[in-house]
């Protein structure tokens, strides 16, 4: 079982940065695979960004690559989303997630573990 936790969330001006927690627990959550979603007005739930539970692969959609970096810390079993050069188009509930399984990258069905999610807003 893996419980989710996110934070982090808030108000920004266009061009500039949020970084959002995720908490994890449960017995084997520091080995997950995990992941960043997020879910905007209107639109679909959109994968973000991927991390090993090693921090040594990291996997970026094409629409934050560069602006956004996702890590995280084992001790603390807290995996971070820096949101950096935000656009309007950003505003969205986050979600982090946790998948079955160990495939890097997982496919996206496998996501099963999920967090009540935090919202960004970017003003323009």
């Known amino acids: 079982q893996v419980q989710l936790v996110e934070s982090g969330g808030g108000l920004v001006q266009a061009g500039g940065s949020l970084r959002l927690s995720c908490a994890a627990s449960?017995?084997?959550?520091?080995?997950?695979?995990m992941g960043w979603f997020r879910q905007a007005p209107g639109k679909e739930r959109e994968f973000v960004a991927a991390?090993?539970?090693?921090?040594?692969?990291?996997y970026y959609a094409d629409s934050v690559k560069g602006r956004f970096t996702i890590s995280r810390d084992n001790a603390k079993n807290i995996v971070y989303l820096q949101l950096n050069s935000l656009k309007p188009e950003d505003t969205a509930v986050y979600y982090c997630a946790a998948p079955r399984g160990s495939r890097w990258p997982p496919d996206l069905n496998e996501y099963v573990y999920w967090g009540q999610g935090t919202q960004v807003t970017v003003s323009s």
């Open positions: 991390i090993t539970w090693s921090g040594g692969n990291t």
């Open positions: 449960g017995r084997t959550s520091s080995k997950y695979t």
